[in-house]
């Protein structure tokens, strides 16, 4: 075929007119309609980020008056008494410490036994029972859990081995494990759900057991998931507000004591009980900027959690 021919047949009616850069093109409309939608996209995205930025200014601002001001004598002294003029902060970190610390004693094994129990042996009609109720107990009100580890957990557990029958940090710190149990099994069992089945197949192929395969295989294929999981755990239990505030049995004082049973006040909970009287810390010293400044130390306590987690987990993250 000649190439005027070929030029015939292309052009003919009865064949399909080329492209052009026309067709190419997208509908006019519907190009304005992604613009906008991206539009929105863009402005919400630097809404949340100039709202996280005042947050942060706000913070840095008022605890930079509190610490060119204080009397750094007092930030290391007997007790948290902020309308004193006594700052002692590491009453309040002790406190939180020991609070995260008992927590995690509890949620882990709890967390991740149940984790376990439903990727690898619960059935299906199990696993679709006991998941919705685990997701149940993470929607209870964390002021909830505040009552009953004040009214339950602390006369009948905590005053079992102590004569402290009333709030203690050991009832609070059980309090928050109970609350953050959902989240480390919910993310644990996701991350050994995303375990391959071949290496679950391949483990049972050379006659290993269900719980050969279960520790050796799985758990540490999933590893950094779990370790992930802990992590949140711990900045979720660091960072309750509620739970400690009702249960840990200080007020808005607090003597520094590293004893579990005793009253004591965590960063959130010194936070929450000094602000519940804004209108009358106004004006007394540096007692309202004092809430900025511990505030301060629990972001920065946050921070350098997660980087240091985020690092972890990637180093030991396993990809497949």
């Known amino acids: 075929m000649t190439t005027t021919q070929q030029v015939q047949h292309v052009n003919s009616p009865e064949t399909k007119q080329p492209f052009t850069v026309e067709d190419l093109q997208m509908n006019p409309a519907r190009s304005n309609r992604q613009k906008a939608i991206a539009g929105v996209f863009a402005v919400t995205a630097v809404t949340s980020i100039a709202i996280s930025g005042l947050i942060l200014w706000t913070l840095l601002a008022e605890a930079w008056v509190f610490m060119v001001n204080v009397d750094w004598a007092s930030v290391w002294d007997i007790g948290w008494f902020p309308r004193r003029g006594i700052y002692d902060i590491k009453t309040l970190i002790v406190a939180s410490l020991i609070t995260t610390g008992i927590a995690m004693m509890v949620a882990t094994p709890l967390g991740l036994g149940a984790a376990i129990y439903l990727s690898e042996y619960a059935h299906p009609r199990v696993r679709s029972v006991i998941k919705p109720v685990l997701e149940v107990l993470a929607g209870i009100p964390s002021v909830v859990l505040g009552f ?18 009333a709030g203690s940090l050991a009832a609070a710190g059980i309090g928050v494990g109970i609350l953050t149990i959902p989240l480390i099994t919910s993310v644990s069992e996701d991350a050994m759900a995303a375990v ?3 290496l679950r197949e391949a483990s049972q192929g050379l006659g290993a057991r269900k719980s050969a395969t279960t520790l050796r295989v799985v758990l540490p294929a999933a590893i950094s998931g779990i370790v992930a999981s802990l992590i949140i755990a711990v900045s979720r239990a660091i960072g309750e507000t509620m739970v400690v505030y009702i249960a840990g049995g200080a007020a808005q004082t607090a003597i520094y004591t590293d004893f579990p049973t005793e009253k004591g006040l965590t960063m959130t909970a010194a936070m929450a009980s000094q602000g ?3 209108d009358n810390v106004v004006g007394e010293g540096l007692t309202f900027q004092s809430l900025y400044f511990v505030g301060l130390v629990l972001f920065v306590f946050t921070l350098g959690l997660n980087v240091i987690a985020s690092r972890f987990v990637n180093r030991i993250q396993e990809k497949y």
């Open 148 to 165: 009953f580890a004040l009214l339950w957990i602390a006369p009948n557990v905590v005053g079992s081995f102590s004569a402290n029958d």
């Open 276 to 278: 519940s009287g804004t």
């Open 196 to 198: 391959p089945s071949s």
